[in-house]
């Protein structure tokens, strides 16, 4: 797995399988904040 760091964010890629098919996503950010800060709770 590479990670890389720019502009403060973390990338990298995924590669994904289905029936044979690959896809391959780049430049996925890795979201490193904590669960509960990621979204404001709605009421």
Same mark, same amino acid.
């Given at each position: $797995? #590479?990670?890389? *760091?720019?502009?403060? %964010? %973390?990338? +990298? @890629?995924? +590669?994904? $399988?289905?029936?044979?098919? *690959?896809?391959? %996503?780049?430049? #996925? #950010?890795?979201? +490193?904040? /904590?669960?509960?800060? @990621? *979204? /404001?709770? $709605? %009421?």
């Amino acid at each position: $797995m #590479v990670i890389e *760091f720019i502009d403060g %964010l %973390l990338f +990298t @890629s995924i +590669t994904l $399988m289905h029936q044979g098919k *690959f896809k391959t %996503l780049e430049n #996925v #950010v890795i979201d +490193t904040e /904590p669960q509960n800060r @990621s *979204f /404001p709770q $709605m %009421l």
